[in-house]
């Protein structure tokens, strides 16, 4: 072990090596683009909505493991919540990352990205995905 | 060498020793830079210019020496070198200063696919600002300039043609001597970028015939903050002062003002003077080595990690490969590895890269490189041949993770 394997744990480099929910949707409510403009990572989210919930997603995209796992794990985190929950849970994982505070449980899979707030470089791969999610449920 | 930048002994958290290999982005200091900026605030500091007392001449004559220890390390007149925040503020005076007042609908400005963000977009507002045409030199698939197409792309038209002399993304040095003869006699100007080639080779603008040169002090030993905008004496009456107010002017009445000579006219406000004293102290270490020694120094280890680099699996390596067209700048890509995760890796080792699109979107997308990102390794006068080894040994270590 050394300190490489904090920033990169083993949950998020499964995600990178085999990203959930990559792809395009055959119909889709809204369709968000959005790119780091530091480093360039770029993502495309897209959302089925269903009676207020958050019945489908999936992003394509080109980036750092961060970036990628980390869309990742937000696909799977969110599917099947409601609008209003999936806002709770987005404030709860960019506060987790901002501010270093201790996660709440029901942040799941996205709890392995609590270390990030120590790499400043990387606030903004890590979050990419989860401001375009908030930018298509606004 | 290393024994004289103090920064360079440093220690990671994690024990590995720093290998500093970002110089491109940034070059660090020796103790004589340092320890000069402190001697000034110990014992020379006031306004400059203004005030007639023994500090006062103490920072007015350091200020005025540095203008001419810059002045000579480009073959410049002392009252052709104007200083600046650096080489964006310098590019952007020119644009305002002198493309606002000289530009119009019908004219034409050119810039190569390869110019660094900060003497791109400039010209490119400009032009947008002025609704006349922009024009993007297209590259040769190692990203040199494709001449061919540079010199169909220029007409009678053309106002302004930008160039770096030295690119920062793949450290390409480009024929600006050649591209100013053609300039010249389509008449228009020529402003050149040297932020990445006044550090690393021997710059005299007056065999360039360069009309404007801008470049930055942290790039080549000197402060941050600090930046010099070269105005051929020509070019001085038709350059209006971007920013006025106070140090610039002549006389002041309450309908109207009239401006100081050059370069005064073009330093309102309070200078930053132990900038500028910091990169004349930068210029006297840089020329006790040499400008040649340094650009022979860089591409001996460009010719090292190229060799190196070359043979290694999943190693993309980008730019030319002739020696005389480059200089201490490695920029790579390792397959399926995005350059943000090698740098971070490389980190780990102790090694300082670049990542990312180095202010340099243009180029990356034009060569369809991978990620639209790359790593870049640059060298500078302190690096040897062990620190290209540790590069390399990082390297591996970052295949084997990913």
Redesign the interface.
Known sequence: M???SD??AEVIMDHQRHPRNFGKLENFDREIQMTNS???D?ISLQIKFENEKIKDLKFTG?????SMASASVMTEVMKGLSVKEAKHFCDEFLEMIREGKVPADDLKDAKVFSNIHKYPM?IK?ATLAWHALQKAIE | MKKDFPILSTVLP?GKKLVYLDNAATTQKPLSVIERISHFYKSENANVSRSAHYLGEQTTVSYNNARKAVAKFINADEDEVIFTSGTTESINMIAYGWGDPNVSEDDEIIVMTSEHHSDFVPWQQLAMRKKCKFKVVPLNIDGTINMVEFKKSITSKTKIVACARMTNSFGIINPVEEISKTVHENGAILVVDGAQSVPSMPTDVKNMDADFLSFSGHKMLGPMGIGVLYAKKDMLESLKPFLTGGGMIDEVKDESTTFACAPDRYEAGTPNVEGAIGLASAIEYLDEIGMENILEHERSLFEYAYSKLKSVDRVTLYGPKEIEKRAGIVTFNIKGI????VA??LD?NGIAIR???HCA?PILRALKVD???TARASFYIYNDKSDVDALVDAIEDAKR??
């Open positions: 050394d300190e490489l920033l990169y530091s480093c360039g770029q080109m980036g750092c493991a961060i990387r791969c | 994690n995005h350059p943000h995760d971070a890796v780990s990542s990312g699109h979107q990620f639209m990102a993770r990913f």
